[in-house]
């Protein structure tokens, strides 16, 4: 088993920057992926931007340039750097882990953390 803690999000803005963080325990080494979802009022959850353990970044089309994913395996923790922040990135933010044990794959999510960009 995995969990994953939150922390940052808030009240932000346009144009400005907010850094969230995610902390993961238990089976730690298990996991291969790490990364951010966001879920706006009446939208689908979608995927902003994840990290390989390797430190392989992939992001959304919509934050390419503005957001920066990073990754401290020794602190099993996962940092999303967002910059330039527009009304539309206003959404619960969660962060999420993939990871294997023996020959099946498992996913685990966070509590959520909420991101307002607003004047």
């Known amino acids: 088993q995995v969990q994953l803690v939150e922390s940052g999000g808030g009240l932000v803005q346009p144009g400005g920057s907010l850094g969230l963080s995610c902390t993961a325990s238990?089976?730690?080494?298990?996991?291969?992926?790490m990364g951010w979802y966001r879920q706006a009022p009446g939208s689908e959850r979608e995927l902003v931007a994840d990290?390989?353990?390797?430190?392989?970044?992939k992001y959304a089309e919509s934050v390419k340039g503005r957001f920066n994913i990073s990754r401290d395996n020794n602190k099993n923790t996962v940092y999303l750097q967002m910059n330039s922040l527009k009304p539309e990135d206003t959404a619960v933010y969660y962060c999420?882990?993939?990871?294997?044990?023996?020959?099946?794959?498992?996913?685990?999510w966070g509590q959520g953390t909420q991101v307002n960009v607003s004047s």
């Open positions: 238990g089976t730690t080494n298990a996991i291969y992926v």
């Open positions: 999420n882990a993939d990871y294997r044990v023996g020959i099946e794959d498992f996913t685990s």
């Open positions: 990290i390989s353990r390797g430190g392989d970044p």
